[in-house]
């Protein structure tokens, strides 16, 4: 009698493995709702714009001199819900005469910074990575990785863009590349779970042109809840270039006092 009970057992043992090996085979639907649903992202939450004001670690150290006052913000960033983004230069303070090219500098620089980072927080927090890859993409898929790839054109310019993620829709790689420029970029995101979301804490970019690495910097996130939704408190930048051989430039970008669903008038300039 225990010898027939010990056979049934292992006959649905047996049978029960069949079935889960038929279950994990690879879904594109399925993977593409991972890809919809496990990213925390702004566009995900319920709010209809945000706004927040923007400084940066170089521009304090400005401030205290110009102004005795660190807390001077020159840009407001402005998020209009699924995916508009602004920004904006605002007033500052009287300052003398020796002090405007180098505030003129600094704010250029600080413009030409966000609208870099802004790309990549496009991608993987305000819009998330679902709703960047167009009709046109290919998936291949293997036993540890799925590529989704497509080619878009950016101001006149074919551009190529590869993702590697694994089963699960997270984000290993990004790999894009310029043929008409001989330029490619490789982009490394990290992930940290928020709940049951994945919060982009960072990536890491290099970029190449040709075969020669042109240059190189990390980028790491500082988050903190704001109306109970997770905004990014600082953004910290550590670059290296090669006609810069042996130096890590830092900066720290800062963004502060968000406000959400704000009756917005925006005048847009070309």
Not at 52 to 71: G, P, Q
Not at 77 to 105: C, H, R
Request: charged letters at 20%.
């Amino acid at each position: 009698m225990c010898r027939y009970r010990l056979v049934i057992i292992l006959l649905w043992v047996v049978s029960s493995g069949n079935l889960m090996g038929q279950e994990d085979t690879f879904n594109e639907k399925r993977f593409f709702q991972n890809l919809q649903d496990s990213y925390y992202t702004l566009a995900g939450t319920s709010k209809e714009n945000l706004t927040a004001l923007v400084t940066s670690a170089k521009m304090e150290v400005f401030a205290d001199s110009a102004w005795a006052n660190r807390e001077v913000f020159p840009l407001q960033f402005i998020w209009v819900n699924p995916g508009k983004l602004y920004l904006s230069e605002k007033g500052v303070p009287t300052m003398e005469d020796a002090y405007a090219e180098q505030y003129g500098m600094l704010v250029s620089a600080l413009k030409q910074q966000m609208k870099g980072i802004l790309i990549d927080l496009q991608r993987f927090y305000i819009n998330g990575l679902y709703r960047t890859i167009p009709d046109n993409y290919q998936l291949t898929h293997d036993e540890r990785f799925v590529k989704v790839d497509y080619s878009t054109d950016i101001g006149g310019q074919t551009t190529n863009v590869y993702h590697t993620f694994g089963h699960n829709g997270l984000c290993l790689r990004i790999d894009i590349q310029y043929p008409q420029q001989n330029k490619s970029l490789t982009i490394l995101p990290e992930f940290r779970t928020i709940k049951t979301k994945w919060l982009c804490e960072g990536w890491m970019v290099q970029t190449k042109i040709g075969d020669e690495v042109e240059s190189g910097f990390q980028l790491t996130i500082e988050w903190m809840q704001s109306d109970e939704i997770w905004v990014p408190q600082d953004i910290v930048l550590s670059v290296q270039k090669k006609s810069k051989m042996g130096r890590t430039f830092f900066d720290q970008i800062k963004l502060r006092n968000y406000l959400f669903n704000q009756s917005l008038q925006l005048q847009i300039k070309n």
